[in-house]
Every structure is written in C-alpha cells, then in structure tokens.
C-alpha cells in the first residue's frame, strides 16, 4: 500500500516558478515508476513528466525544458521544478506511482497561472 500527497500548488503569474512535492508513505525506492499528471478543466489527464527508479526521465513536448522531474528516494519524494510557467499550465497536478503493477495516485494540487 502506498499513499502519495502532493504540495507546492498555488497561484503564480506567467513566467513564474513552483515547485511540486509529492511525499510516499513507505519506502519509494521500490516504486519503479513516478510521474506527475495533470488535469485541466474539461481536458482529459496527460501525462506531464515521468521519472524510473533509476532516474530515466520523459516530458510531454509542451513541458520540455521548462519542467524538470527528480525523485529522491532517501525522502521519499518526487519534485516537480516548474519554470516559465503559461496560462495554458493551469490544471491540477497529480501524483502517479506504480508498485508492482498496482497504481497509485494522490489528491492532487491546483496550479494557477494568471495575472
């Protein structure tokens, strides 16, 4: 069993930065793959940044080279760097793991990215 809890959301201007946290209940570095997934208002789920537990990482093409994933398994947590930030990023961000092919997702954080 494993619970993930996100922090870090908030409301940032265009251009702005954030930083997304996302803590594991138990040990993560069993946890084969974490990602961050987010959820605009009446789009589907996709697939922002994912991270293996050997540190292989994969970005959506929108997100390439302003977001970066890390995972430190010491912490038990993933990290969500989040640069240059638009309008079009505001969704509610959400933490994935799968452990031995069981999936796992925490509540979510909103991000909010206006003037």
């Known amino acids: 069993q494993v619970q993930l809890v996100e922090s870090g959301g908030g409301l940032v201007q265009p251009g702005g930065s954030l930083r997304l946290s996302c803590a594991a209940s138990g040990s993560m570095s069993s946890i084969y793959i974490m990602a961050w997934y987010r959820q605009a208002p009446g789009k589907q789920r996709e697939l922002v940044a994912s991270i293996t537990n050997r540190g292989s990482t994969n970005y959506a093409e929108s997100v390439k080279g302003r977001f970066t994933i890390s995972r430190d398994n010491g912490k038990n947590t993933v990290y969500l760097q989040m640069n240059g930030l638009q309008p079009e990023d505001t969704a509610v961000y959400l933490c994935?793991?799968?452990?031995?092919?069981?999936?796992?997702w925490g509540q979510g954080t909103q991000v909010t990215v206006s003037s």
């Open positions: 994935y793991g799968n452990l031995f092919g069981i999936n796992y």
